[in-house]
């Protein structure tokens, strides 16, 4: 036991040794990891904005089916009823004439004018089922269902057409390309630091290959090698993933004030303060997991390489 205590230890020390040996290597690593864990970090807290802004904008637009006077209330409830059926609706409700023209003028109580106009002739307003999607990208399946043969002797009108329609359908396409893109950037950026990493630590081993032949031929481990270089990319790791929490962090702390009511477009910056600090914890943990795989994977891989090499010569 005491002799794998040391082994770690000298493992530990030797790889902490090296990362202030090649310090312009390390500088050079650490700021690449920096740049890929604040793309992560920023990507995480900007798609949990974006998934409560759109939830907000979900809860404000539904689709209201207007019925035409004739149509059999049997009918319309097997509408309903099959409305209601669908896993991407969260709620329907049903309006008759009657009820349609009280919340009618409740929401037109302002306007007189209005408001006698249609006092003045019997009751224009038609029954109408409102239905209200979970998720906007999932809208077609709504409509499909409403446009069903069978019910289109019942409907006169739907609301999700023309610009109504077309606004809707941005809104999604927008907030599932801005998801995408976030993703994409986050692979892009692990890459290269990925490959960063794997070539620091190549110079590193090329640096002191001579060394590394005659531990090699007095029998050290492949473990006792490669260790002390996943210990120095691992502390790439560990440094970046602290410096990127630190950056957003200071970011927001310093720009409190000034982001009490800002938005950019879908972006509500105020709600991103928010959930960061909420979740500063939860955060800094992700960022050190992913900076120690992505410091050990590299490493593991670059001396991978150099020890088949060796062994294969």
């Known amino acids: 036991m005491n002799r794998k205590f040391i082994t770690f230890s000298r493992i530990l020390h030797t790889g902490v040794v090296n990362f202030f040996r090649n310090a312009w290597l390390s500088i050079a690593a650490i700021a690449v990891m920096i740049i890929t864990l604040t793309i992560v970090l920023f990507s995480v807290i900007t798609n949990a904005t974006f998934s409560n802004t759109v939830a907000q904008i979900t809860a404000k637009i539904d689709i209201s089916v207007y019925l035409n006077d004739s149509a059999p209330q049997a009918q319309v409830n097997q509408l309903i009823a099959n409305l209601r059926a669908l896993p991407n609706?969260?709620?329907?409700?049903?309006?008759?004439?009657?009820?349609?023209?009280?919340?009618?003028?409740?929401?037109?109580?302002?306007?007189?004018?209005?408001?006698d106009a249609i006092n003045e002739t019997d009751?224009?307003?038609?029954?109408?089922?409102?239905?209200?999607?979970?998720?906007?990208?999932?809208?077609?399946?709504?409509?499909?269902?409403?446009?069903?043969?069978?019910?289109?002797?019942?409907?006169?009108?739907?609301?999700?057409?023309?610009?109504?329609?077309?606004?809707?359908?941005?809104?999604?396409?927008?907030?599932?390309?801005?998801?995408?893109?976030?993703?994409?950037?986050?692979?892009?950026?692990?890459?290269?630091?990925?490959?960063?990493?794997?070539?620091?630590?190549?110079?590193?081993?090329?640096n002191r290959r001579d060394e590394l032949t005659i531990m090699r031929l007095l029998g050290a481990s492949t473990w006792y090698i490669r260790g002390p270089f996943v210990v120095e990319a691992i502390t790439y790791?560990?440094?970046?993933?602290?410096?990127?929490?630190?950056?957003?962090?200071?970011?927001?702390?310093?720009?409190?004030?000034?982001?009490?009511?800002?938005?950019?477009?879908?972006?509500?910056?105020?709600?991103?303060?928010?959930?960061?600090?909420a979740h500063f914890w939860t955060l800094l943990t992700l960022q050190l997991a992913l900076g120690i795989l992505i410091g050990a994977v590299s490493s593991v891989v670059a001396t991978r390489r150099y020890l088949k090499f060796k062994t294969s010569k």
């Open 89 to 115: 609706v969260q709620g329907v409700s049903y309006l008759n004439k009657d009820q349609a023209l009280k919340e009618y003028e409740q929401q037109n109580a302002g306007n007189t004018q209005l408001i």
């Open 123 to 206: 009751n224009p307003i038609p029954a109408t089922i409102t239905v209200k999607p979970n998720d906007l990208n999932k809208i077609q399946n709504i409509e499909n269902s409403i446009n069903q043969s069978q019910y289109k002797a019942l409907i006169g009108q739907v609301s999700y057409n023309g610009s109504r329609k077309v606004a809707i359908d941005r809104i999604a396409h927008a907030t599932d390309i801005l998801k995408r893109a976030g993703i994409a950037a986050v692979i892009i950026f692990a890459v290269i630091s990925v490959l960063i990493i794997f070539n620091t630590i190549q110079m590193a081993i090329f």
């Open 237 to 277: 790791g560990v440094i970046a993933a602290f410096v990127s929490v630190l950056m957003i962090r200071t970011l927001f702390v310093a720009s409190s004030s000034a982001l009490q009511a800002t938005s950019l477009g879908l972006l509500d910056i105020n709600y991103a303060a928010t959930y960061f600090h």
